[in-house]
């Protein structure tokens, strides 16, 4: 029996891989094209966090852990033959597929990325759904995460899931609408209808889980030893706005709130989203669902300016003063948007959130007050400057 993680290099690949090779005794395959490591190094930034080798990752993980069950490949998803291969070597019972370039701002950046992200993204999953289908594995789990940026800003709370669409006296359950509102949350918009087609079509159960924006330095498992660490992105592309509050707080610069930051987003810790992954992958086949089934994977909105400022006040605490600012916003988004959003599928699949936003920021302050001289000397990066400045000299 194998269980396969793809992105098994990443942020939340790397400790999910981790988790379930600690609760199972199944082999489990983490597979990854280390891209993610270029696409930061393209934008001139780090991990705050440093980040080992996967050799000396594995090697970490069976020293620490006693984890002989994680192995790691390295290859492109977006390569049939390659995925064909894994499929037939490997013949996984559950694929947990968390591969993806995941940067809006990257996806915005040109037509090139643009394209690059969509055909990256999507690729990627039809190769794996037809993986499945075509190497007659269609018993085999694919939970694949997905994001809660598919919804866009409705004026009314987001289902976990479908809809009910009326019109013209009549009502039926439709999928919601594809209303993302970048180029890469588009690729999950679309990932999003494949996967429910790959279901009807094919039979594959499914799990479409909606990933909110992950905050956290890191589980029980990756804090056991340094050389476990998961990676921690604070750049412009490729930082999430929590994890780039925190380290412009660290490095004594201003918390940079876009526009009026008025608008609720939906977070939830990484503890909490690599256990509810764990729960999926970990279940036996006869235990869970045969379906298609749709989690939102949130445990809380909160507004941007909310979030900065318990950021600023925990910051404090930890000795870094920082102010929250205002600034021009780079975005096209509705900055007041009042988001309400239904995750009880979720919650009950992880049992309630583990830790509030406050005590998961406290706990990236721990890990990052041991990081601030490399966050110190890329603090140019929490601005767009790096890469576009080599865009415009090309294009001279
Ligand atoms: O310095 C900053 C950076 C961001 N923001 C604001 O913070 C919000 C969130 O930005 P983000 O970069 O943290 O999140 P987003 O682009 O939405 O994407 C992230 O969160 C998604 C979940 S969701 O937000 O779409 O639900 C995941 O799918 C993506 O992979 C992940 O990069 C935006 O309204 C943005 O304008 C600021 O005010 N200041």
Known sequence: M???????????????????????????????????REWVSEVGSVSATPIASMETRLTAAQEVHGLRNLSFV????????????????????VIVHTAAQPSAPYSQINGERANYTQQNNMQATRNLVFGLHENDLVDTHLIETTTTGVYGAPEFPIPEGGTVM??????????????????????????????RLAHSQF?????????????????KETRAD??????FDFDYYFGVVAHRFAAQAVAGYPITVYGKGKQRKPFISLEDAVEGLTRLAVTDSDERPDDHVVYNQVTRPISIVEMGTTIADVATEFGFNTDVEHFENPRDEDE????????????NLIGGQSVTFEEGIREVFETLTDCTERIKS?????????????LAEEAE
């Not at 194998?2 to 379930?20: A, E």
């Not at 019109?167 to 996967?195: C, I």
């Open 2 to 36: 194998s269980i396969i993680v793809t992105g098994g290099d990443g942020y939340l690949g790397w400790p999910t891989g981790l988790r379930i090779a600690s609760e199972t005794d199944d082999r489990v395959l983490l597979v990854d094209n280390l891209a993610r």
């Open 74 to 93: 390295q290859g492109d998803l977006t390569d049939r033959s390659f995925v064909d291969e894994l499929c037939q070597i490997h013949e996984p019972q």
């Open 166 to 195: 009326e019109h013209q006296d009549s009502r039926d359950e439709v999928p919601f609408p594809a209303m993302a509102g970048s180029w890469y949350h588009m690729t999950k918009s679309h990932d999003a209808a494949n996967l």
């Open 203 to 219: 039979d594959i159960p499914i799990s479409d889980v909606r990933t909110a924006i992950t905050y956290g330095a890191g589980t």
């Open 226 to 231: 340094d050389r476990l660490m998961t990676r």
């Open 336 to 347: 007041t948007h009042k988001m309400e959003i239904e995750n009880n599928r979720y919650a």
């Open 378 to 390: 890329h603090e140019d990066r929490f601005l767009p400057s790096v890469l576009e400045d080599r």
